[in-house]
Structures are given as structure tokens and as C-alpha cells.
């Protein structure tokens, strides 16, 4: 009963917002963009290339509205919610253009607004649009995204499901320890805090260790053990899945009954505020993956990146049986599932690249019985940090990429200083894209096509007058165009 209600007051405070935002929309039109992708998939940098090359009028060629000179004026307003924190974008700016370094990465959800003065294309939509469009930038880790299936699952089908994780062949050794730890608690004993966080400690290392493992791993919820934003240490995070608890119900006063009362605490506390007050609200939504470090890790990899994208996918799609979901899933109308990073490869690959993400995208669609939005996909880099060159070697000319790597990255016995630019080729995907679902090669990187090197962010040109150019890119534009184009029409 309890449960019902809130999901009633959910559902009309859900509508009553949307309402109220769709009546003033009329006045000043707005976007919401979702901006997500799990940690380390390039969402902070997505964001600040994209902001920064709107204003500063960067080179757009696929970007319509741009390229026929239509965007008047394009700059940063205070965003609309005060409770959220705001996205640091000239922080991010400076290290990237001034300091040459990467930003500080995703860590939380943050907000951004941009606002675009343009003319319409059509003289019907001059007349009767104020010509101003609104984009508000949500960015949040897919990480939290991914405990949505969690609204669904009681404690004792989370526990389970988890173990079932952790038994894979990929993730036994890194799941060892928790398992034995897991194995010789007893559900039925008395509740103690010491037991209580012995378990998440170790449950949440298991997750970590799969998080920085060199083969990929993808994650697994619940998401704020791997990203706590501001919940580090508390109660609501003090839990972790129990062995085998079958029809069995907890006895009050059990581990068990802590346990299960804080799995549903992190629930009503912590994943349904989060989705309330930010994911039902979105229009648009795009999921960055890290495909380049998977094909650079295996086929195992590959098959797990496919997994957490048929989740992320499933989170979005029509008919969960969840009003939260139904809710935004209607509303969303274009997902656009992005490979950044496409400029560790030479453009001649960049097609298949695009091409395997598209394998990728089907296959998580299908699995994840996927429809309602628009889905397209592109293989891109929100920030190009190398340019394109060849290398003589004997007779054969070899495409190579120019770039700075950063201090400390290894080709070989090669250590880099992060002050040289050099030249490196990095190998070429596949012909046969296949080969890179089903590749049999072990999972080490040693045996990888590609050759992965980071670089430094690239040295921006200046103009005459001594102007900073915008940040260079491969296909930001084409992301643009499919995610926004159409509302500055
Ligand atoms: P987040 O965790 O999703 O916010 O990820 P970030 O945006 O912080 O990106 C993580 C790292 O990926 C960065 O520090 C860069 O090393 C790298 N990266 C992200 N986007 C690009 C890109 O477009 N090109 C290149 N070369 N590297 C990128």
C-alpha cells in the first residue's frame, strides 16, 4: 500500500511538472539533453567540446543550422534548476586549452544551459518562433542509470542475480573473495553493523576491481557503490547481496531484515528521487560507449560492453511495467549511442568503427527488445587530440597518427614523456567486423589489432589577432545534427 501510494503521488507530481513545462515551454522553448555513459566513457569532455564549439562557431560542416550560417549567437545562461549542480565547463575549458590536460570526469549529475539564438529556416516557423532555443545539459554517470532494473527486484532477486554475475568464468577471480565472505555468513543470524559492512566493503572491492580491470568489465549495479557521489560511507550504501535465501522470510531483528531494509531504503532514498528529478524530464538522450578500450581488450570485452548497453538500452524502452520508465520512455524521442575516441584510429577505419557500433546497437536493441525512440549511432571523438600523417617503412607508405601521448604511456619498451609528439600506427580494424564478436584471440592487449596509446588534448590554433580556434573534432557535428537539428529548423 505504502508503495503505491508514493508511486501515485510520483505519478502526479510527474505530470503536474511536465505540464507546467510544457505550458511555459510554449514562451521559451527548451531542450533537455541527457548526457550519460558509464565512467570514464568521455561524457565531460563530450560536453565541454560540444558547448565550447557552438559558441565559439567551431567548424560544423553536418551541423545544418550552423553551416547555413542560421545560429546568430549561442552562449551559456543560468540554468533553470538551483538544487542541481552546475556543470564546471570553464574549468574544464581551461584544462583542456590552457593546461593541455584531460578534465576531472563524471562523478555526479551536474547541469548545464545553453541557449541558441537562431533563424528558422522556414518563414512559417519565423513567424511564429521566437527563434531561441534552450538546451539544458544534464550529465549523469550510467552507472545510476543502471539501478533502475533494481526498482523492479526484491532483495532476495537481487542477491541472487548478483551471485549469478559474480559465478561468470570473466569475473570468478575477482568475485572470489566476496563469495567465500558471502558463503560463511548466515542470513538468520543477529543484525550487526560490523557484519553489515565487512560485506558491502568487500562487495563493493569486487565491483571496483571489475570496474579497473584491464578486460573491460562492465558494470554492475547498485550504481552509487562504484560512483557514491555525495552518499560515501552512509547507512543507505551499507549493504550487500546474502547467500541463498530461498522462500525463507527474514526473521525481524536478522541480518537478513537489515539487509533487505536498507536494499529498499536505497531504492525509496536513492534511485527513484534520482530518476524523479532527473532522467523523467529528459527529450533527447545520448549514451557515450567506450568501444575503443573494449576492441582493444578482446572479444570477452565486446560481449560486455554489449551487455551494459542492452541494459542501458532496456532502460529506455517502452513497456517495463515501471511508471517511472513508461514515463520518460515515451517522452525520449532520439537516442544516439556514440563511440568517442575515434581519433586513436586513422580515418580509413572510422567507417568500421561506426559500423561495429552499429553491430553492437542492433544486438543490445534486439536483446533488449528495444523500441519507442529513434536510435542512430556514430563513431566520433568529441575532442580529436592527434592528426593524420604517413610514415615510409621500406617500400610501403603507412597511414599513422600524430599526437602527443600522454607521461607515461608504453609502446613496447618506448615510455613516453607527454612533451613529444610522435607518430604511431595504430593498426586497423577488422574488414571482417565479426571477427571482433567472435574472436576467439585471448583477452590480452598484447594480442590487439589496434595499438592503444592516450594522447594529450591537442595545441589549439590561434588566428592572426591571437584567438583561440575551437577544439577540433571527428563528427561532433553529425551527433549535433541528429540530436538537436530538427528544433532549429
Ligand atoms: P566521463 O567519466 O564519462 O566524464 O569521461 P571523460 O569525459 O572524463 O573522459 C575520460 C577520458 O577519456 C579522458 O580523460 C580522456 O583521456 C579520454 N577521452 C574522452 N573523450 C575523448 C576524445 O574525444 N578523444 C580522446 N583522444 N580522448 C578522449
Known amino acids: 500500500m505504502a508503495s503505491s501510494l508514493t508511486t501515485l503521488s510520483d505519478e502526479a507530481r510527474i505530470a503536474l511538472e511536465t505540464m507546467a513545462g510544457r505550458a511555459s515551454g510554449l514562451f521559451s522553448p527548451g531542450l533537455r539533453l541527457g548526457v550519460t555513459g558509464l565512467s570514464r566513457a568521455g561524457k565531460t569532455v563530450f560536453i565541454s567540446a560540444l558547448v565550447h564549439n557552438l559558441i565559439h562557431g567551431g567548424r560544423l560542416p553536418l551541423f545544418e543550422a550552423q553551416k547555413s550560417g542560421r545560429i546568430a549567437r549561442a552562449f551559456l545562461e543560468e540554468q533553470p534548476d538551483d538544487n542541481v549542480p552546475r556543470f564546471q565547463y570553464e574549468d574544464h575549458i581551461n584544462a583542456l586549452v590552457d593546461d593541455r590536460i584531460w578534465p576531472d570526469s563524471t562523478r555526479a549529475v551536474s547541469e548545464l544551459r545553453l541557449t541558441i539564438e537562431y533563424e528558422s529556416a522556414s518563414a512559417w516557423n519565423r513567424m511564429f518562433s521566437a527563434g531561441k532555443l534552450s538546451v539544458d545539459i544534464v550529465d549523469y554517470p550510467g552507472e545510476w542509470l543502471l539501478d533502475l532494473p533494481l526498482l523492479g527486484k526484491s532483495f532476495a532477486e537481487f542477491s541472487h542475480d548478483a551471485r549469478e554475475m559474480a559465478l561468470l568464468p570473466v569475473r570468478t577471480d575477482l568475485s572470489k573473495d566476496w563469495l567465500a565472505l558471502a558463503a560463511a555468513t548466515d542470513p538468520n543470524a543477529d543484525a550487526d553493523e560490523m557484519t553489515a559492512r565487512r560485506l558491502a566493503e568487500s562487495f563493493t572491492a569486487y565491483l571496483k576491481a571489475c570496474k579497473l580491470d584491464e578486460r573491460a568489465l562492465s558494470t554492475l549495479p547498485p550504481g552509487r557503490f562504484l560512483m557514491p557521489g555525495d552518499m560515501e560511507g552512509s547507512p543507505a550504501l551499507t549493504f550487500a547481496p546474502l547467500p541463498d535465501l530461498g522462500d525463507k522470510r527474514a526473521r525481524s531483528g536478522s541480518l537478513q531484515a537489515m ?18 528529478e532527473h532522467i523523467t524530464r529528459l527529450d533527447r538522450q545520448i549514451v557515450l560507449i567506450d568501444a575503443m578500450q573494449a576492441l582493444n581488450a578482446g572479444a570477452g570485452a565486446v560481449a560486455d560492453l554489449e551487455r551494459a548497453l542492452t541494459e542501458i538500452l532496456a532502460c529506455f524502452r517502452l513497456g517495463q511495467g515501471s511508471f517511472l520508465t513508461d514515463f520518460f520512455a515515451r517522452r525520449i524521442d532520439r537516442i544516439l549511442i556514440a563511440a568517442t575516441k575515434a581519433d586513436h584510429l586513422h580515418h580509413e577505419s572510422h567507417d568500421r568503427l561506426q559500423a561495429i557500433v552499429r553491430r553492437l546497437a542492433d544486438r543490445a536493441i534486439a536483446r533488449a527488445s528495444f523500441s519507442g525512440a529513434d ?115
Do not use: W
Open 259 to 276: 539487509m533487505e531494509r536498507r536494499y529498499e531504503a536505497y531504492k525509496t532514498h536513492v534511485v527513484k528521487p534520482f530518476f524523479r
Open 375 to 489: 536510435v542512430d549511432v556514430v563513431a566520433m571523438a568529441a575532442v580529436r587530440a592527434t592528426r593524420e600523417g604517413t610514415v615510409k617503412q621500406g617500400r610501403e607508405t603507412l597511414p599513422v597518427i600524430i599526437g602527443t601521448p600522454l607521461s607515461g604511456e608504453k609502446i613496447g619498451n618506448d615510455r613516453f614523456d607527454g612533451k613529444t609528439e610522435t607518430a604511431i600506427f595504430p593498426g586497423d580494424l577488422p574488414s571482417d567486423i565479426n571477427s571482433v564478436f567472435e574472436d576467439c584471440r585471448s583477452d590480452s592487449s598484447e594480442d590487439a589489432t589496434i595499438r592503444f596509446v592516450r594522447f594529450r588534448p591537442p595545441k589549439l590554433e590561434r588566428t592572426a589577432e591571437g584567438l583561440t580556434l575551437s577544439l577540433p573534432h571527428i563528427r561532433l557535428d553529425r551527433a549535433l545534427q541528429f540530436l538537436m537539428g530538427d528544433r532549429l529548423a
